[in-house]
């Protein structure tokens, strides 16, 4: 392999140069076989990192090209461990690369402008949800009387400063629904349990049969009063969609959604 091949451009060869979108499952064994072919103790040390840290079938989900392309390039070279160490330390995608399984991190504090909610009773949440086409057959579960919905502007801000997207991916311990939890977790323990941040869960399928299921949350939001709304992959801080769309980054993979179940 020639020496000034980066990764970017095997992704770029591959078609998932796409920076702000996720891996497609499809993709794992791709991407570990091409860092394992790398000689480099940097490239080598990254590989033995990820596969520490999540699994064979989860390798690098959650992280964007880019984050993947920043941590390996630089790691490239000859490094000793603890020094490269230093430079994961150092990186802004710190977070995706938990180095402790268990690592907590600290929660920041979200402050909202409250003036901005609009505040609806739950009967009104939940018929904007059975109203949705997509949504028509799911009887969403509600837990409060009464809802404070935020602008997509703040959803956004929520999603930015939500800690889920700094933890490791754990099969089982910690994996999709977790991550979605982490997010209404982190609201109610500042006082935001009342906004219509939902849990949702999904089946991807495709030809009919099923591909994969997955959880992430639903974000409720209003504009000048009227609902709206749009999903949020929670292991991520940037990846949002639409309900009639295919999560970003499996296109080609599967052909349709179907909602399961939503608790508001």
Not at 7 to 13: P, R, T
Not at 65 to 93: F, H, P
Not at 159 to 166: E, G, T, W, Y
């Amino acid at each position: 392999m020639a020496e000034d091949r980066t990764l970017e451009d095997f992704f770029k060869e591959q078609g998932w140069w796409e920076p702000n979108r996720l891996f497609p499952h499809v993709t794992n064994n791709k991407v570990r076989n091409f860092l394992q072919s790398l000689d480099t103790p940097g490239w080598k040390y990254f590989y033995n990192l990820c596969e520490k840290y999540t699994n064979s079938q989860s390798f690098t989900q959650g992280w964007s090209a880019k984050s993947v392309c920043n941590v390996a390039e630089a790691l490239c070279g000859d490094r000793t461990q603890a020094s490269m160490l230093e430079v994961i330390a150092a990186l802004d995608v710190t977070p995706t690369l938990a180095l402790d399984s268990v690592t907590r991190f600290h929660s920041p504090m979200l402050e909202l402008d409250a003036s901005k909610f609009a505040e609806f009773d739950y009967k009104d949440i939940y018929r904007f949800i059975r109203g949705i086409d997509e949504f028509s057959d799911i009887k969403p579960t509600m837990g409060d009387s009464f809802y404070r919905v935020p602008t997509i502007e703040q959803c956004y801000e929520i999603s930015r400063q939500c800690p889920s997207h700094k933890y490791a991916y754990i099969r089982s311990g910690r994996d999709c629904e977790d991550f979605m939890r982490i997010t209404r977790g982190w609201l109610s323990e500042q006082a935001y349990g009342d906004l219509p941040v939902c849990a949702i869960t999904f089946s991807a399928l495709k030809d009919g049969v099923t591909v994969y299921g997955h959880a992430v949350n639903l974000y409720i939001y209003h504009v000048d009063g009227e609902l709206g709304c749009m999903l949020c992959e929670p292991q991520s801080s940037d990846v949002f969609w639409e309900v009639n769309e295919l999560q970003p980054g499996t296109e080609g993979r599967v052909d349709e959604t179907k909602y399961r179940r939503i608790v508001v």
